[in-house]
């Protein structure tokens, strides 16, 4: 949107306004207060996070592959929310870090420490050998909610697999968000972190209670559909070399394993009839392939068309929108952001200026961001489209969280 016509205004705004509110002085008794800043944590301790990381994907490993214990699984779900949720106040999390990842490869000028790339990477190095080892036991999101599941109800696959395309969507617009500096939405809107800090704000604790609430019914309702890390990880697991299975040897189909599975991650056995059948509809898997790029372009236009809106989020935006929209706002002494802008160096015309470049950042980033979603569309289609050959009862790759239970309730297995 040009801001030429707006600028003129106001800037003759902005002249007026600075005579009427001066910068400020503090030569006449004023005594600064003393502030007190928390300490910034311990170079050390961060360190000691990746180690005690690295140890609960090690051994959660070794757990759903070798000994394959879900009472052991369940003893290090405690240990990870009192370590990383209660102890660790929910931070370092490689949830949060795909931000810190997205910003810095964005803004040369912001750096990632160490300790945030390993948050970031490794449980996505152990999903490609051992599947969502993470999720199984490491996360204290995920921990947290895995210890309130007392009556889960089995949500409808279509249901669950429409559901889990919002994980994507989420990441993209995070990714967005953070790459054009305006902020960190994961971690603003962490349902868990009030819980774990023991204080937030009220909205945040209402939703961490609600998902809580929810997940005693439809298990790991935060993991399974919203999740955004999850989402990268469901990807990067289905090429794991080693996952978690249900039977040491055949299965002998009696799905007691698929019934006590509350995320509905366990695939079922194909018969060669559903084979059959699904040969004489290739026309629609080549339908749904040839409209892929079709949805990215759609995609990207429509996300593109609402970058002026979306970039609405970032400060420098809101403010420039606020101040040219209604210029009689600069008489509202109780507006902070308005008073603290009027206080500053800052001029309406440079205001404006990085105004007009984070949008034009949103406006390429909404395109690969809504061209991104209409390729998940897309594929998500063409995943509808295609059945494998498939005998017993399997794990999904993607969904399945290694969380174990199944693993007590097959016979073969005891």
């Known amino acids: 949107m040009p801001f030429l016509l707006l600028l003129l205004i106001a800037l003759s705004v902005d002249s007026t306004a600075q005579q009427r509110f001066p910068m400020p002085e503090f030569e006449s008794g004023y005594q600064h207060p003393e502030v007190s800043a928390p300490e910034p944590r311990s170079l050390a301790l961060e360190y000691i996070d990746v180690l005690v990381l690295l140890a609960f994907l090690s051994v959660t490993s070794w757990l759903v592959i070798r000994k394959r214990s879900r009472k052991w699984i369940l003893g290090l779900v405690v240990a990870a929310l009192l370590y990383f949720g209660f102890w660790r106040n929910g931070c370092i999390c490689p949830i949060g870090s795909v931000q810190n990842m997205a910003l810095s490869f964005s803004d040369p000028g912001y750096a990632v420490s160490y300790t945030v790339i390993a948050f970031f990477m490794l449980p996505l190095l152990f999903s490609l050998g051992f599947g969502r080892v993470f999720c199984g036991t490491a996360c204290p999101l995920g921990a947290i909610q895995d210890l309130v599941i ?221 061209a991104f979603i209409g390729l998940v569309a897309g594929l998500f289609l063409v995943s509808q489209s295609i059945i494998r050959r498939r005998t017993g009862y399997h794990p999904n790759r993607g969904d399945c969280l290694s969380c174990g239970r199944c693993l007590k309730y097959c016979p073969v297995q005891k």
């Open 150 to 370: 007392i009556r889960p109800v089995k949500v409808p696959a279509r249901v669950s697999k429409s559901l889990g395309m919002f994980p994507f969507v989420y990441l993209a617009l995070a990714v967005l968000y953070a790459s054009t500096g305006t902020g960190f939405v994961i971690c603003r809107y962490d349902p868990f972190i009030g819980i774990f800090r023991m204080g937030a704000e009220f909205h945040l604790i209402v939703l961490g209670i609600a998902f809580l609430l929810a997940g005693m019914f439809v298990a790991r309702p935060y993991c399974r559909f919203v999740c955004p890390y999850g989402a990268l990880l469901k990807v990067t697991s289905m090429f794991s070399k080693h996952h978690i299975s249900i039977t040491p040897s055949q299965c002998i189909e009696c799905k007691l394993c698929s019934d006590s599975c509350p995320f509905g991650a366990i695939d079922r056995p194909v018969p060669e009839r559903a084979i059959s059948e699904m040969k004489g509809k290739t026309g629609h898997f080549m339908l749904y392939a040839a409209v892929i790029p079709l949805l990215m372009m759609a995609g990207g236009w429509a996300l593109s068309s609402s970058h002026i809106f979306l970039s609405r989020a970032h400060p420098d935006v809101y403010l420039a929108h606020l101040l040219i929209d209604n210029p009689g706002v600069m008489d509202d002494t109780e507006n902070l952001d308005v008073q603290t802008f009027l206080g500053s160096d800052r001029t309406m015309e440079s205001l404006v200026h990085d105004a007009e470049a984070i949008q034009a950042a949103f406006l390429r980033g909404s395109w690969i961001t809504g």
